[in-house]
């Protein structure tokens, strides 16, 4: 590995992981709130939870990469969770305006 892939590595997981704390704040609004959460996509978290899990298939069968396998699988955990949460907001205040 070159230096230049070396620090394109470091970069990239650093850049991950903060994407990944990124989601607390809309998980913590998610969890608090006191209604159906209209305003956040479930869509839009489907489709980033979606990648995050064919990252970790992509990442585990093709180029056998243990940082991008931990990576891809905490995006998928936590887009998971947001559209999980989300649903269950949804289903809890259905007869709520």
Sequence with gaps: MTTFQSVLTVLYSISNVAVVF???PQIS???QAKDKC???SALTYTIWGTAGALGCLYSAM????FPLYIIS???FSACTF???ALNWKRIK???TI
Excluded: A
């Design 93 to 95: 205040y259905k007869d």
């Design 22 to 24: 990124g989601y607390i």
């Design 62 to 65: 093709v180029v056998g990469s």
């Design 29 to 31: 609004y998610i969890v």
């Design 82 to 84: 947001i559209v999980s």
């Design 38 to 40: 209209e305003h956040i």
């Design 73 to 75: 699988s905490l995006h």
